[in-house]
């Protein structure tokens, strides 16, 4: 018989139930107990993603390698612009690693609560692990582009100490992606037109974030009091920041700190919505 | 030492609340009224280390949403809990399964969704796998598994959580009579084990058996709550008496267009007399009045008469239909119907009838606990409590 539970010396578990949101400091015990429930769900992905393909896994890797291929196909006949002296192709798959990454987490996460719904029903389990593991599931995907990506950079002969700004910009581009993907969590969940929009509304995006074209190309098409607005795009500074720690300056940094202002405004508005919108899926799902 | 708290507990939902997907529909409702209603209302009670609570009543007394209140899969309206230790719900088995991954990966997967650390479930893995008794397709993707392994498997990743309180939900009712047994003695050895252990269950066998208080749920609010031998059968004779006390043409609980009603139903003895009881394969045959209530009707064709047989632990057993015969009949209302005598081919146990009558195929009445009786073991059957179906089969010798 088990007594081991009389003997337990830590000070046991206690939660209070009652009408209204959690307390914030509940959320975080819950976090802590549920942490490896996180890699399940990360686990669940991919085995959802792969399970039925002879390739399994390796899709991970061929993906980015396939976009990266097609993506030099396309612009490898167009040389330098605007004054950049980076070889073309490359300057658009370092951008599109981080629009890709952003992109498939949001409009993905709008449909983890459909996804999901069965087990929301049932069990208990912090419901914001949901947005985390779909960008955990996707980062193996990034980790490749970006590992093709920084061999290209050196193998064209850029790359400095420069590189240092990898250590803003990777956590920038996480940042971004998890404000957009929680707020699209949050209102798609409740909100099913949304998940319908999504993709538009994203394919208007791309065309509003320097991936395949600069932002010189861009910035000249605005008047320069206006060229601001494009950097209200949380992954815009993300992506920006991105080629500035590859190839040197290309573009005005402080606009990176525009992107970053909206990141954090974004995330919170995501997190409140979250809070709220949670609050009603206890009952309606 | 106390585990579970609960004050006042209340839960209101709105009716036809459900989620409103359409944003349209969202916008042009907001004005709309909506109807309220209480599925809790006023819930108290404390449950300490080493007792185990039964939770009965009827289908929508607030059974269910009572457990996911405390499972926090809901939220109360009113009220507070207070759960001290840990919990590990053993709700609907399976819950988070997913068919493509392996039924080692779904330990993993359902382990951690209950709560429990990737370690522990490591730790328990040779232990969980054992229990299950599955050990030889732990490798294969679930969806390749039948219905008795899967809830084997569940059962097994759910008893093995490391826990102080356990809630329940129904899961004995499921896989075979050897491992139904083996979950019964489990929840005796959590109990026993100083666990907190909350049933909510339709089984009052298993009531008796592994509770040592119960609570009777009806209507959303506590009907009674005290030793579960004493609970159980106030609780039984009452669902009786609500059947046999309130005449069938009383009762409003019904549904269906109202175009007739069944105004009584009996069952009658060889003699023509009303019975509550008979013996196993004794002879005997129902007999039904209908008529219309508010004389929409006065005469009736296509009629099919249904009567959906329910054992004690309300387990659908099967359906006494009507033939063609009687749909092809045009017949006066009012009206009554007998069936010729015959045995109701049943083993010994309590019995409830569901009334369906159908015209045309749509359903113009139906009655919960139309009529319920019990069959009585005779010298050659023995006493089984669940209730099943029972034929005496002609067996003649042939030549070879």
Redesign the interface.
């Known amino acids: 018989m088990n007594k081991s539970i009389h003997t337990r010396e830590e000070k046991p578990l206690e939660r209070i139930i009652e009408a209204g949101r959690s307390p914030l400091k509940q959320v975080w015990v819950d976090f802590v107990q549920y942490k490896d429930l996180l890699r399940s769900f990360v686990h669940r992905d991919w085995k959802v993603r792969y399970g039925q393909t002879r390739l399994g896994w390796l899709w991970m890797f061929i993906q980015p390698i396939l976009s990266a291929a097609i993506l030099s196909l396309l612009f490898s006949r167009i040389g330098s612009r605007d004054g950049i002296e980076i070889p073309f192709p490359l300057y658009v798959i370092s951008g599109w690693i981080g629009w890709s990454f952003f992109s498939s987490a949001s409009t993905q996460s709008s449909q983890l609560l459909q996804q999901y719904q069965a087990i929301i029903r049932k069990v208990f389990f912090p419901k914001l692990f949901l947005p985390i593991s779909k960008l955990l599931a996707l980062l193996p995907e990034f980790l490749v582009g970006l590992f093709l990506v920084l061999i290209y950079t050196l193998w064209s002969g850029y790359g400095s100490w420069n590189l240092l700004w990898l250590l803003l910009a990777l956590p920038f581009i996480l940042l971004s992606s998890f404000s957009v993907a929680l707020l699209s969590f949050a209102i798609g969940g409740s909100y099913r037109d949304i998940q319908q929009l999504l993709p538009y509304f994203f394919q208007m995006l791309f065309f509003l974030t320097p991936v395949a074209y600069s932002w010189g190309l861009f910035g000249s098409a605005l008047p320069p009091e206006w060229q601001f607005v494009v950097y209200l795009n949380p992954i815009a500074g993300a992506i920006e920041l991105f080629r500035h720690a590859l190839f040197g300056a290309l573009f005005p940094i402080q606009y990176a700190l525009l992107s970053f202002g909206s990141t954090m405004l974004l995330l919170l508005v995501g997190l409140a919505l979250f809070r709220k919108e949670e609050a009603r899926w206890m009952d309606e799902l | 030492m106390k585990r579970i708290e609960v004050e006042g507990i209340g839960k209101r939902?709105e009716r036809n609340?459900?989620?409103e997907?359409?944003?349209m529909k969202?916008f042009f409702s907001a004005g709309s009224k909506k109807e309220e209603f209480w599925a809790l209302k006023d819930i108290s009670f404390q449950l300490k280390e080493g007792e185990t609570l039964g939770i009965i009543g009827s289908n929508g007394s607030g059974k269910s949403t009572l457990l996911k209140?405390?499972?926090?899969?809901?939220?109360?309206?009113?009220?507070?809990?207070?759960?001290?230790?840990?919990?590990a719900?053993l709700?609907?088995v399976g819950?988070?399964f997913?068919p493509?991954?392996s039924g080692r990966?779904n330990i993993?997967?359902n382990g951690?969704?209950?709560?429990?650390?990737?370690?522990s479930v490591l730790q328990k893995l040779d232990e969980i796998i054992d229990f299950s008794g599955i050990e030889s397709f732990i490798d294969t993707p679930v969806k390749q598994y039948s219905s008795g392994m899967y809830v084997r498997l569940a059962f097994a990743v759910a008893a093995h959580l490391?826990s102080?309180i356990v809630l329940v939900d129904e899961v004995l009712a499921v896989g075979d009579l050897a491992f139904q047994a083996k979950c019964l003695n489990k929840m005796q050895?959590l109990s026993?084990?100083?666990?907190a252990v909350l049933l909510v269950t339709h089984h009052l066998e298993s009531l008796n058996r592994l509770c040592d208080s119960a609570l009777w749920l009806d209507g959303g609010r506590m009907r009674d709550f005290g030793a579960a031998d004493a609970v159980s059968a106030r609780y039984r004779a009452e669902m009786m008496l609500r059947a046999k006390e309130i005449p069938a043409e009383q009762r409003s609980d019904r549904r269906g267009t109202g175009d007739i009603q069944l105004k009584k139903l009996q069952l009658l003895d060889e003699e023509g007399k009303e019975i509550q009881e008979l013996e196993v394969g004794t002879l005997a045959q129902f007999a039904l009045h209908i008529h219309s209530p508010h004389l929409q009707l006065d005469q009736l064709q296509n009629l099919r008469i249904q009567l959906n047989l329910f054992s004690e632990n309300e387990r659908f057993i099967g359906c006494y239909d009507s033939n063609m015969d009687l749909e092809q009949s045009r017949m006066p209302l009012p009206i009554e119907l007998k069936t010729d005598l015959q045995s109701m081919h049943l083993i010994p146990g309590e019995y409830a009838l569901v009334a369906r009558l159908l015209i045309n195929g749509k359903p113009a009445d139906r009655l919960e606990s139309a009529l319920s009786f019990r069959v009585l073991p005779n010298a050659r059957t023995s006493e089984f409590r669940r209730g099943g179906m029972h034929w005496e089969l002609n067996w003649k010798k042939s030549e070879l």
């Open positions: 939902y609340a459900r989620r997907d359409l944003l969202r209140i405390l499972s926090r899969v809901s939220k109360p309206t009113e009220g507070r809990a207070k759960l001290i230790g840990r919990v719900p709700l609907e819950t988070g997913h493509d991954l990966e993993f997967l951690t969704l209950l709560g429990m650390p990737r370690a490391d102080e050895e026993q084990s100083g666990r």
